[in-house]
């Protein structure tokens, strides 16, 4: 079921902060895996552009202005985009557009939890 627009908008406004704490673990999810060499996702709907990007042993996420390569991009509405991010829906899910299977399917190991 999509989320309604103020919900979407409110999960894609708390990404940069998000993804980082997800990556760092809790109690009950543990930490996020870490690549094994430098990564990068790029986050696209109508309303934002984010880039995670990991390097340094940690993650980064910040505005993106498309010009960086990237391990994978992830696109579509705003809902599903969101609902990937919190891993309520999958890879294979018609309303995302994934540029690398692969390392889309890594994306809820580096960052755990809901």
Do not use: N
């Not at 760092?24 to 709907?45: D, K, Q, Y």
């Not at 579509?76 to 985009?81: A, K, R």
């Amino acid at each position: 079921m999509p989320l309604s627009p103020d919900i979407s908008a409110a999960l894609l406004g708390i990404v940069p902060g998000l993804l980082p704490m997800l990556a760092a673990g809790s109690p009950v999810h543990g930490p996020g895996a870490r690549p094994a060499e430098p990564a990068s996702f790029r986050l696209v709907t109508p309303s934002v552009r984010f880039l995670a990007s990991y390097a340094d042993s940690a993650w980064s996420v910040a505005a993106d202005d498309g010009d960086a390569t990237v391990t994978c991009e992830i696109s579509g509405e705003d809902s599903p985009v969101a609902l990937f991010t919190m891993g309520r829906i999958s890879v294979g899910h018609p309303s995302v557009t994934i540029s690398d299977l692969s390392a889309a399917r890594a994306f809820k190991q580096y960052f755990p939890g809901p």
